[in-house]
């Protein structure tokens, strides 16, 4: 925090434009259950329609909507625009292939090493980008994103560029019932609405209140005795944790693992689908990644350049749109503030 | 009561060849209101700034309460009892009144690594919220979301904050700022009412306001303090006239 | 020993000045209108398809490259008053969003103009063939072009930055944009100059590179994070800073990934040195930039935050 920005500029003014109204107001919780109920009849629904890849895309697409939940807390609540996000789901993903290979196979256990090594990554990556704000905290995230991704290229023992391919999916406690593409689903769900619960805790708690106030004016927190630092450090450990039990069932889904999952694109990805879905809104995200998977779907059956047509509806949504499809969901309901 | 809550020793600041303070010192012992006044740029929001810990000294030194806090940051100072009013409004427009004040409790209440208990729903931190919204006349507004506060509450809003950090002195930047005559008139009767349980340092263009108000007066002049003393004999200095009516021969 | 050590060292001389090409612009970019603009990568692509198309319909180089030049003026300008014109004021989520969608069109397109798979340029007869250096040694005279070309336009840029009204205003600009346009400076006719100019830059090192590189869809952003990388290192705004960071990354990079494995084969085994080497290698310029940050979290000669 620079001395005349503490000094001078009225930080509230500036900064987050439109004001959501109430913190998770009974709309959202609405959305929330329809979303979740919905991925949770889906099976039956794939199975009545005869159409079982329905599942393992809708596992997909759950695996992007974790990691961009995890996304928002950063992006939406901290103001903190992470461009490397994909970098951590990489981490997960390589841990199961990895611990796989030396034949550590129960999900459980790929899980904590997942964990424990995004969270030393976020810590130490973490610690020397939030020194800094703004384009620079950008670029920063983003080249140590990159630099994950170097890294596993370059690693040839597992794969390097073209990757490694999983002989199996994870055992859970010794059997192999994830095998199963319908209990993945499950397990996936039920780890998606945990991670969902647990934000909307985490944010109404007295830590998230911290990184909410930091995002609207950081002078007037530390004015109250906060460092911000610490807070926003904190959070950036716990995005790239739950970024990389994402990656974990993205490993387990595609049974295969190779840098492409932690390229900039992919976080690029991640952005949009947080922005689109409605920032600072959990579920919005989720939205935001079934929307755009199936959009990229869409597109890609429709021309092989469907990523023109996304470019084109990117610009477009940030020159006349704002607010995501969760501000558009409001003006259509015509509830809410512009 | 010997040793002065806040003791400034020879504080200086310089921005590139401008010294924008330039050797303060001042002494301001506990339950004093301490004004601090001078002309456009003699350096009043700089030395706030130092004090407050936002801004780091060349050299010199701060010492609070016994203890010096010159190398200490903001909030380090901050949980040491320093609280400060800022001269442009600086509130969380997004949360509400209640919020804001509780933001400020909960900082020196036990730690906010905590993930899962609704802050929002804490008895305690909201029961010391009250008393400061209490305090400043803003109990009413405690449901209204911050930025829907006019300019004058806003102002009250200011100083609910600092006092809900639990301070001992309390450091406020031209808090009349901006104000219309019937806000002002508000916040000068608040600000004697704090004045009786609060060692203040207060900044202020308002003469009428300071001179009301003060214990002591020092005057800054291009970062340096031209004279201490009871507003009585400060306003019949005759270097404080000439600073004021710019009369370099007299000052010289 | 020696002889490999002088070659690396100019292919990362080489390398450096193609960066600095690319930053030069950008940091002005970033530091001047505060955007930042994730497409200038994409910029150098256009610039070596540029080159690519017209010496192919020109047949000569030359002529190819002193169309291409304003040809990706024009188009910089262009994109400015379609796009970036309306995100100055925007929040730095908007103009990553924005520009990110504009890489995925221009990606695209290129691969629909020109199809998906590369193209190669011939190098000019006129700068073909090697110099000797010192014994038997020989060095590409197209290298040895891209270095002097390079220079050549660092000292152009250093007298317009340092000499010229625009430049002043340019150095106003990036340590204090607001003041700038309390002067009564025309500021949106400054902001485009500068973006045409930083567009022109970074196609002119795509269309230098184009005949030893070859040209495909995608190629602008490897660059571009390299770019990043730079920027950060030497200080937004500062095109000092971004020359001597970029000759400072092209050194270590290419450097590293040849004397990384040989220096690590002293303290190992021939092979586990060689897969060391080559895993950390293309880590060493983001440790070079984190150690920077580290240390000067405004890079080496931040042209902001001085009076912060």
Same mark, same amino acid.
């Given at each position: 925090?620079?001395?005349?920005?503490?000094?001078?500029?009225?930080?509230?003014?500036?900064?987050?434009?439109?004001?959501?109204?109430?913190? +998770?107001?009974?709309?959202?919780?609405?959305?929330? #259950?329809?979303?979740?109920?919905?991925?949770?009849?889906?099976?039956?629904?794939?199975?009545?329609?005869?159409?079982?890849?329905?599942?393992?895309?809708?596992?997909?697409?759950? =695996?992007?909507?974790?990691?961009?939940?995890?996304?928002?807390?950063?992006?939406?609540?901290?103001?903190?625009?992470?461009?490397?996000?994909?970098?951590?789901?990489?981490?997960?993903?390589?841990?199961?292939?990895?611990?796989?290979?030396?034949?550590?196979?129960?999900?459980?256990? %790929?899980?904590?090493?997942?964990?424990?090594?995004?969270?030393?990554?976020?810590?130490?990556?973490?610690?020397?980008?939030?020194?800094?704000?703004?384009?620079?905290?950008?670029?920063?995230?983003?080249?140590?994103?990159?630099?994950?991704?170097?890294?596993?290229?370059?690693?040839?023992?597992?794969?390097?560029?073209?990757?490694?391919?999983?002989?199996?999916?994870?055992?859970?406690?010794?059997?192999?019932?994830?095998?199963?593409?319908?209990?993945?689903?499950?397990?996936?769900?039920?780890?998606?609405?945990?991670?969902?619960?647990?934000?909307?805790?985490? #944010?109404?708690?007295? !830590?998230?209140?911290?990184?909410?106030?930091?995002?609207?004016?950081?002078?007037?927190?530390?004015?109250?005795?906060?460092?911000?630092?610490?807070?926003?450090?904190?959070?950036?450990?716990?995005?790239?944790? /739950?970024?990389?039990?994402?990656?974990?069932?993205?490993?387990?889904?595609?049974?295969?693992?190779?840098?492409?999952?932690?390229?900039?694109?992919?976080?690029?990805?991640?952005?949009?689908?947080?922005?689109?879905?409605?920032?600072?809104?959990?579920?919005?995200?989720?939205?935001?990644?079934?929307?755009?998977?199936?959009?990229?779907?869409?597109?890609?059956?429709?021309?092989?350049?469907?990523?023109?047509?996304?470019?084109?509806?990117?610009?477009?949504?940030?020159?006349?749109?704002?607010?995501?499809?969760?501000?558009?969901?409001?003006?259509?309901?015509?509830?809410?503030?512009? | 009561?010997?040793?002065?809550?806040?003791?400034?020793?020879?504080?200086?600041?310089?921005?590139?060849?401008?010294?924008?303070?330039?050797?303060?010192?001042?002494?301001?012992?506990?339950?004093?209101?301490?004004?601090?006044?001078?002309?456009?740029?003699?350096?009043?929001?700089?030395?706030?700034?130092?004090?407050?810990?936002?801004?780091?000294?060349?050299?010199?030194?701060?010492?609070?309460?016994?203890?010096?806090?010159?190398?200490?940051?903001?909030?380090?100072?901050?949980?040491?009892?320093?609280?400060?009013?800022? %001269?442009?409004?600086?509130?969380?427009?997004?949360?509400?009144?209640?919020?804001?004040?509780?933001?400020?409790?909960?900082?020196?209440?036990?730690?906010?690594?905590?993930?899962?208990?609704?802050?929002?729903?804490?008895?305690?931190?909201?029961?010391?919220?009250?008393?400061?919204?209490?305090?400043?006349?803003?109990?009413?507004?405690?449901?209204?979301?911050?930025?829907?506060?006019?300019?004058?509450?806003?102002? %009250?809003?200011?100083?609910?904050?600092?006092?809900?950090?639990?301070?001992?002195?309390?450091?406020?930047?031209?808090?009349?700022?901006?104000?219309?005559?019937?806000?002002?008139?508000?916040?000068?009767?608040?600000?004697?009412?704090?004045?009786?349980?609060?060692?203040?340092?207060?900044?202020?263009?308002?003469?009428?306001?300071?001179?009301?108000?003060?214990?002591?007066?020092?005057?800054?002049?291009?970062?340096?303090?031209?004279?201490?003393?009871?507003?009585?004999?400060?306003?019949?200095?005759?270097?404080?006239?000439?600073?004021?009516?710019?009369?370099?021969?007299?000052?010289? | 020993?020696?002889?490999?050590?002088?070659?690396?060292?100019? *292919?990362?001389? %080489? +390398?450096?000045?193609?960066?600095?090409?690319?930053?030069?612009?950008?940091?002005?970019?970033?530091?001047?209108?505060?955007?930042? *603009?994730?497409?200038?990568?994409?910029?150098?692509?256009?610039?070596?398809?540029?080159?690519?198309?017209?010496?192919?319909?020109?047949?000569?180089?030359?002529?190819?490259?002193? #169309?291409?030049?304003?040809?990706?003026?024009? !188009?910089?300008?262009?994109?400015? =008053?379609?796009?970036?014109?309306?995100?100055?004021?925007?929040?730095?989520?908007?103009?990553?969003?924005?520009?990110?969608?504009? /890489?995925?069109?221009?990606?695209?397109?290129?691969?629909?103009?020109?199809?998906?798979?590369?193209?190669?340029?011939?190098?000019?007869?006129?700068?073909?063939?090697? /110099?000797?250096?010192?014994?038997?040694?020989?060095?590409?005279?197209?290298?040895?072009?891209?270095?002097?070309? &390079?220079?050549?336009?660092?000292?152009?840029?250093?007298?317009?930055?340092?000499?010229?009204?625009?430049?002043?205003?340019?150095?106003? &600009?990036?340590? *204090?944009?607001?003041?700038?346009?309390?002067?009564?400076?025309?500021?949106?006719?400054?902001?485009?100059?500068?973006?045409?100019?930083?567009?022109?830059?970074?196609?002119?090192?795509?269309?230098?590179?184009?005949?030893?590189?070859?040209?495909?869809?995608?190629?602008?952003?490897? /660059?571009?994070?390299?770019?990043?990388?730079?920027?950060?290192?030497?200080?937004?705004?500062?095109?000092?800073?971004? !020359?001597?960071?970029?000759?400072?990354?092209?050194?270590?990079?290419?450097?590293? @990934?040849?004397? &990384?494995?040989?220096?690590?084969?002293?303290?190992?085994?021939?092979?586990?040195?060689?897969?060391?080497?080559?895993?950390?290698?293309?880590?060493?310029?983001?440790?070079?930039?984190?150690?920077?940050?580290?240390? @000067?979290?405004?890079?080496?000669?931040?042209?902001?935050?001085?009076?912060?």
């Amino acid at each position: 925090m620079s001395a005349s920005e503490a000094a001078g500029r009225p930080v509230d003014q500036v900064q987050t434009p439109a004001k959501r109204g109430r913190l +998770f107001g009974p709309g959202r919780r609405l959305a929330a #259950i329809v979303i979740f109920a919905a991925l949770a009849l889906l099976p039956l629904v794939a199975n009545l329609i005869g159409d079982p890849f329905l599942v393992v895309t809708a596992t997909r697409i759950m =695996v992007f909507a974790l990691a961009a939940l995890s996304l928002d807390l950063l992006i939406g609540f901290g103001a903190m625009v992470s461009f490397g996000h994909a970098a951590f789901l990489g981490i997960g993903a390589y841990a199961v292939a990895i611990l796989a290979s030396h034949g550590v196979e129960d999900i459980l256990v %790929q899980t904590v090493v997942a964990v424990a090594a995004a969270s030393l990554f976020a810590f130490v990556t973490g610690a020397i980008s939030l020194k800094t704000k703004g384009v620079y905290f950008i670029m920063i995230t983003l080249a140590f994103g990159q630099m994950a991704y170097f890294f596993m290229v370059s690693l040839s023992a597992y794969g390097g560029d073209d990757g490694i391919t999983l002989d199996r999916r994870s055992t859970l406690l010794g059997s192999r019932l994830l095998s199963d593409d319908i209990a993945l689903f499950y397990a996936l769900l039920a780890v998606l609405v945990l991670a969902y619960l647990g934000l909307t805790r985490l #944010i109404g708690s007295r !830590f998230g209140r911290v990184i909410r106030g930091t995002r609207e004016n950081p002078a007037r927190m530390q004015a109250i005795g906060f460092e911000p630092f610490r807070f926003q450090l904190t959070a950036y450990v716990i995005a790239g944790a /739950i970024a990389a039990v994402a990656g974990v069932f993205l490993a387990n889904q595609a049974e295969f693992v190779s840098p492409a999952y932690m390229s900039w694109q992919r976080s690029g990805e991640l952005i949009v689908m947080v922005v689109v879905g409605g920032m600072g809104t959990l579920i919005g995200p989720v939205a935001g990644a079934i929307a755009f998977l199936l959009l990229e779907d869409w597109l890609a059956a429709f021309s092989e350049h469907w990523k023109l047509g996304l470019g084109v509806l990117l610009i477009l949504l940030v020159l006349f749109g704002r607010g995501g499809l969760a501000g558009l969901a409001r003006r259509l309901t015509g509830g809410g503030r512009a | 009561m010997n040793t002065p809550l806040l003791s400034i020793q020879d504080l200086r600041k310089s921005f590139g060849a401008l010294k924008v303070t330039d050797g303060v010192t001042l002494d301001v012992p506990a339950g004093e209101l301490h004004a601090v006044i001078g002309p456009n740029g003699a350096g009043k929001t700089t030395l706030i700034h130092q004090l407050s810990g936002s801004l780091a000294s060349d050299s010199g030194t701060i010492h609070f309460d016994g203890d010096e806090v010159s190398r200490l940051t903001m909030p380090e100072r901050v949980r040491r009892g320093m609280a400060r009013s800022f %001269q442009i409004t600086s509130i969380l427009s997004g949360f509400t009144v209640l919020e804001n004040a509780a933001m400020a409790v909960q900082a020196r209440s036990g730690s906010s690594f905590r993930f899962f208990g609704r802050a929002g729903a804490e008895r305690r931190l909201n029961d010391e919220a009250m008393a400061a919204l209490d305090r400043v006349g803003l109990v009413d507004r405690a449901e209204r979301r911050a930025g829907s506060l006019s300019h004058g509450e806003k102002r %009250q809003l200011e100083m609910a904050i600092a006092l809900a950090t639990g301070p001992k002195l309390l450091l406020l930047d031209e808090p009349l700022a901006g104000t219309g005559h019937e806000e002002s008139a508000a916040l000068v009767a608040l600000i004697a009412a704090l004045k009786e349980t609060h060692t203040i340092v207060l900044i202020e263009h308002d003469m009428e306001a300071v001179f009301q108000l003060a214990d002591r007066v020092s005057v800054l002049v291009y970062g340096r303090v031209i004279a201490t003393g009871t507003p009585e004999a400060v306003r019949n200095d005759p270097q404080v006239r000439a600073a004021y009516l710019g009369d370099e021969t007299e000052a010289a | 020993m020696f002889n490999l050590f002088l070659l690396q060292a100019l *292919n990362g001389v %080489q +390398f450096g000045i193609l960066l600095f090409l690319v930053a030069a612009g950008l940091t002005l970019i970033f530091g001047v209108m505060d955007l930042i *603009n994730l497409a200038h990568g994409v910029l150098y692509m256009v610039g070596a398809y540029f080159v690519a198309a017209f010496t192919a319909a020109t047949g000569d180089f030359f002529v190819g490259l002193a #169309i291409a030049l304003p040809a990706a003026l024009a !188009f910089g300008i262009l994109l400015e =008053v379609l796009i970036f014109r309306h995100l100055y004021d925007r929040d730095h989520l908007d103009q990553v969003l924005a520009t990110f969608g504009l /890489i995925l069109i221009l990606n695209e397109a290129v691969k629909i103009i020109w199809g998906a798979a590369p193209m190669s340029v011939p190098v000019p007869d006129a700068l073909s063939g090697s /110099i000797p250096l010192i014994g038997f040694l020989r060095y590409p005279v197209f290298r040895v072009a891209i270095i002097a070309a &390079g220079l050549f336009t660092a000292v152009g840029l250093w007298l317009l930055v340092n000499h010229t009204r625009i430049g002043m205003l340019l150095r106003a &600009g990036a340590s *204090n944009a607001p003041m700038v346009s309390a002067l009564g400076v025309d500021i949106r006719r400054l902001f485009m100059v500068i973006f045409g100019l930083g567009a022109m830059l970074a196609a002119f090192a795509g269309a230098m590179i184009a005949p030893i590189l070859s040209v495909e869809p995608g190629m602008g952003d490897q /660059i571009l994070i390299l770019t990043f990388v730079v920027i950060v290192i030497g200080g937004v705004g500062s095109v000092r800073g971004a !020359f001597v960071a970029a000759i400072l990354v092209g050194l270590v990079d290419t450097l590293g @990934r040849t004397f &990384g494995p040989i220096l690590l084969g002293q303290i190992m085994d021939a092979s586990a040195a060689s897969q060391t080497g080559r895993t950390i290698a293309p880590m060493l310029i983001y440790i070079l930039m984190a150690a920077v940050l580290f240390f @000067r979290p405004t890079g080496l000669f931040p042209a902001r935050g001085a009076a912060a």
